[in-house]
């Protein structure tokens, strides 16, 4: 986060319907949405390219970037069945600089994405935003796939060593918001940090969850825990809106 340095234009959000579901664009840069170029150069898929539906690598344990064409690096994966998933979360604050681990409430998640550029969103019962707009974040965390980058001098010694797509990297893009069609009065419990409950479903956090910070020099609310997590049931985020997180 830059502490709000380049907030979007006054009066523009992204609008949640509450009860019902946003869409958004989920692009390698933004010259392949909707957004630009009056959508001409998108597709249906994140790279501005055309795919087969069934895109995989060519072998097990490569990558979509391994294919003959090179292409689909940005998306971090084997094929459709190993996208890691991802998030929205929103915050009841208008201020970023109050924005907490604890009050940024993960509320919506779409497994298996980012995939296809076009991706829905469930939104839950959510109350309006006390000062006309709130703080909201997309969320991903990609699932690890292995990536051997080759460099020039002087990084010529990284080509056997670093694995781009197996570092934790973590995405997240920042939104003002405002949920739309709110008439609850329920207010969103204090978000917990997720566990890793992939081998044992007792251990999953119920109720409000947090965004996950791992494998990060500070600040991390999620451990080694032998492989990445992800907006996903390993870390016990059900898909579709999160209706868990109000008291």
Known sequence: MRQGNVPPPPGQFLNLLARGKFTVDLGANRGCTSLSYGGKTATQWPDCSEHPEDWHAPLPGKCLVDNPDGKGGAMHTQNYTTTAGTAFAISYQSDIRKVTMENLVVVSVVEHTPWKRVASYQ?????????GDCYCAWLWIPDGCKITLAYEPPLAHLTDSFIAGGQPNMYMQNFKCNPTNAVSTKRLGIAKPPVACRDDSKKCVA??????????AEGNNVQDVGYSPGYNARMGFKPGAQNVIFF
Do not use: E, R, S, Y
């Open 123 to 131: 939104v839950p019962d959510l109350p309006a935003c006390p000062v």
């Open 207 to 216: 109720g409000p969850k947090q965004l996950i910070a791992w494998n990060q």
